[in-house]
C-alpha cells in the first residue's frame, strides 16, 4: 500500500516568508508525528497528533512553529517568518501503535 | 539533546567484511528501533525490540537489546554494496510518550 507521503520535496524560502508542509500519512493510522533533522545529526522530535488532537508539541523550536491536523488524517506544519536556522529536513511519521514509526520522505527546507 | 549515542559515527569497509554498531544511553527504554536512512529519504524501520536481552535476526543483520533496556547493538554479517546508509536507533522511554528520541547515526560505506 502506499507510504506516508511529502510535499512539497524541496522547498526555498527567503528569510522572513511564511512555508506550510504537508504530510499524508498511510491511510488508518491514528498517529502522526513531525521531526526536525538538521544536516549530520539524527531526527529531532516536533510534535504528536493522535487523530486531530495534538497531544505534545513540546519539541517546537518556538511559536514560529504551528501545526494542525483539523479532520484527523492530512496534517500541515507552518513555520512562519522563517530564519536561517530553520533550514533542515522536516520528517513526518504515521504509527498504528506505539513502538513503530513509518517515515515519509521528508521535505528538505531551505532558508536564504 | 540526543539521549542515545551511537557509535562508531563512520565506519568505511570493504564487501564481504562483519560490523557491530553500537547505541548507548543511560535511560531506559521501553523499546528501541533501528532504522536505515537513505539520502534524500527518510528512515525506513528496520526492527523493533521490547523485551531486554532481546535478539532479532533479519537475514543478514542481529540486532540486540541490551538486559538492563540502556542500549543496542546491530551486527552485520559479510556487509554488501547494499547495506550502505545511515543507521540510526530511536528510543521510546516513559518521559518521551509516544516521541522517539533518535541518536546521531552510524554511516555506513560498503565498498565492492
Known amino acids: 500500500g502506499a507510504g506516508v507521503s511529502q510535499s512539497p520535496r524541496y522547498k526555498v524560502a527567503k528569510r522572513g516568508q511564511d512555508v506550510a508542509l504537508r504530510c499524508d500519512p498511510i491511510?488508518?493510522?491514528?498517529?502522526l508525528f513531525w521531526y526536525q533533522q538538521a544536516l549530520g545529526q539524527g531526527p529531532e522530535f516536533l510534535t504528536y497528533?493522535?487523530?486531530?488532537?495534538?497531544?505534545?508539541k513540546s519539541g517546537l523550536p518556538s511559536d514560529r512553529f504551528f501545526a494542525e491536523r483539523p479532520e484527523g488524517s492530512v496534517s500541515t506544519l507552518k513555520i512562519q517568518r522563517t530564519q536561517q536556522e530553520d533550514s533542515a529536513v522536516y520528517l513526518c511519521?504515521?504509527?498504528?501503535?506505539?513502538?513503530?514509526?513509518?517515515f515519509g520522505p521528508g521535505t528538505r527546507l531551505t532558508v536564504t | 539533546t540526543q539521549l542515545l549515542e551511537q557509535s562508531p559515527q563512520f565506519l568505511s569497509i570493504q564487501e564481504g567484511e562483519n560490523l557491530t554498531v553500537y547505541c548507548n544511553s543511560s535511560?531506559?527504554?521501553?523499546?528501541l528501533q533501528w532504522y536505515r536512512q537513505e539520502p534524500g529519504e527518510g528512515p525506513v524501520l528496520l526492527v523493533t525490540?521490547?523485551?531486554?536481552?532481546e535478539v532479532k535476526k533479519l537475514k543478514r543483520l542481529t540486532f540486540q537489546f541490551g538486559d538492563a533496556r540502556k542500549d543496542s547493538s546491530l551486527h552485520i554479517t559479510a556487509a554488501q554494496p547494499g547495506d550502505t546508509g545511515l543507521y540510526l536507533c530511536?528510543?521510546?522511554?516513559?518521559?518521551?510518550?509516544?516521541?522517539?528520541?533518535f541518536g546521531k547515526g552510524t554511516s555506513l560505506l560498503v565498498t565492492p
Open positions: 511519521a504515521s504509527s498504528l501503535s506505539r513502538y513503530e514509526q513509518y
Open positions: 491511510s488508518g493510522h491514528v498517529s
Open positions: 497528533f493522535q487523530n486531530e488532537a495534538q497531544l505534545d
Open positions: 535511560s531506559v527504554f521501553s523499546s
Open positions: 525490540v521490547v523485551t531486554g536481552g
Open positions: 530511536a528510543g521510546a522511554s516513559s518521559n518521551s510518550g509516544y516521541a522517539l528520541n
